[in-house]
Antibody, heavy 119, light 107 residues
Framework: QVQLVESGGGVVQPGRSLRLSCAAS????????MHWVRQAPGKGLEWVAA????????KYADSVKGRFTISRDNSKNTLYLQMNSLRAEDTAVYYC????????????WGQGTTVTVSS | EIVLTQSPATLSLSPGERATLSCRAS??????LAWYQQKPGQAPRLLIY???NRATGVPARFSGSGSGTDFTLTISSLEPEDFAVYYC?????????FGQGTKVEIK
């Protein structure tokens, strides 16, 4: 079945780095745009970054621009989020999500991975 | 950045009642608006895309309407499993944005 599974979360000190992964299965990963969306504890959803199906175009929220990098390896069916210079306000559950083909929505979501930035 | 404002923040209703949730955009998003449902400890679930199209597997009691700046999600008759938080989301412009959410709680 169609599935996204995130990994790589954990506890990290401010200023350090972390890389999240999202393993896709059950669909043709290379045909879909992908996203990272996060949710701070007790808060709403915040879009973080997006990457086009072929990796040629990437978009970022202002809050992470210059610190986070989204990438993908279509040969491994995997999406990544490299997070550098982490701050306390980056503490959140990070979800990867798939584009609904031909439409502007996200139709498949992973279960999320938790990132805690704390000294 | 397009700001999406959802109202009310909380909706207290009983099972069987009708729920009407609003999402207003700070500028036109055409019909590029989606609605998601999120239950505690779970990932969001897509309900509605392109303002009025139900996603695969979504019950017919959920419907979306609107265009431009004003959108509505209607749940015609609340089932126990519908009590959750609902978010609207736009991708008309970058950065894409979410509303702050409406919690539908049991009265």
């Amino acid at each position: 079945q169609v599935q996204l599974v995130e990994s790589g979360g954990g506890v990290v000190q401010p200023g350090r780095s972390l890389r999240l992964s999202c393993a896709a299965s059950g669909f043709t990963f290379s045909s879909y745009g992908m996203h990272w969306v996060r949710q701070a504890p007790g808060k709403g959803l915040e879009w973080v970054a997006a990457i086009f199906y072929d990796g040629t175009n990437k978009k970022y929220a202002d809050s992470v621009k210059g610190r986070f990098t989204i990438s993908r390896d279509n040969s491994k069916n995997t999406l990544y989020l490299q997070m550098n210079s982490l701050r306390a306000e980056d503490t959140a559950v990070y979800y990867c999500a798939r584009d609904l083909l031909g439409h502007y929505a996200m139709d498949v979501w992973g279960q999320g991975t938790t990132v805690t930035v704390s000294s | 950045e397009i700001v999406l404002t959802q109202s009310p923040a909380t909706l207290s209703l009983s099972p069987g009642e009708r729920a009407t949730l609003s999402c207003r955009a700070s500028q036109s998003v055409s019909s590029y608006l989606a609605w998601y449902q999120q239950k505690p400890g779970q990932a969001p679930r897509l309900l509605i895309y392109d303002a009025s199209n139900r996603a695969t597997g979504v019950p017919a009691r959920f419907s979306g309407s609107g265009s431009g700046t004003d959108f509505t999600l209607t749940i015609s008759s609340l089932e126990p499993e519908d009590f959750a938080v609902y978010y609207c989301h736009q991708r008309s412009n970058w950065p894409q944005t979410f509303g702050q959410g409406t919690k539908v709680e049991i009265k």
